[in-house]
């Protein structure tokens, strides 16, 4: 017997070549990793989500910390929902410098408001986070 590979003489019997390692019977051939190499398969796992930076996000600009979770539509409808209370809020306050009425009663009850919508914002995000983060080692997908 001649290795296919390196043309060198066999013995009888053999599994490999003895110069060049190649196998030479096909059970040699399907037991060795080098004649059928498998793909590795890579295990990509997702970055956890930081439940402080979402929080301290959402602190900082309404709407920031749950863009950051990925939850991209809650976050628009926090940012939107906060601009029009501030935009009520300042008109609210022209409207009560301008005149004396019973206006700063509705300043002070859209005050109240963005202030409540501001904190469950921050909540809002940090609960995201964690969830996220509970799904994402769980499964190993994001839940969303």
Do not use: H
């Amino acid at each position: 017997m001649y290795c296919v590979k390196c043309g060198s003489e066999i013995p009888d019997g053999s599994e490999f070549c003895s110069k060049c390692g190649n196998p030479v019977s096909p059970s040699a051939s399907q037991n060795n990793a080098y004649a059928n190499p498998q793909p590795y398969a890579y295990q990509y796992q997702r970055p956890l989500k930081s439940a402080g930076l979402a929080a301290v996000l959402s602190f900082l600009f309404t709407g920031l910390g749950q863009v950051y979770v990925g939850k991209i539509a809650r976050g628009i409808g926090f940012i939107v929902c906060g601009v029009v209370i501030a935009l009520v809020m300042m008109s609210m306050i022209t409207i009560f410098i301008s005149s004396y009425g019973a206006v700063w009663i509705i300043a002070v009850i859209a005050s109240i408001v963005c202030i409540a919508i501001w904190i469950f914002n921050v909540i809002d995000a940090y609960k995201l986070a964690n969830e996220y983060n509970d799904v994402l080692q769980q499964t190993g997908n994001p839940p969303w």
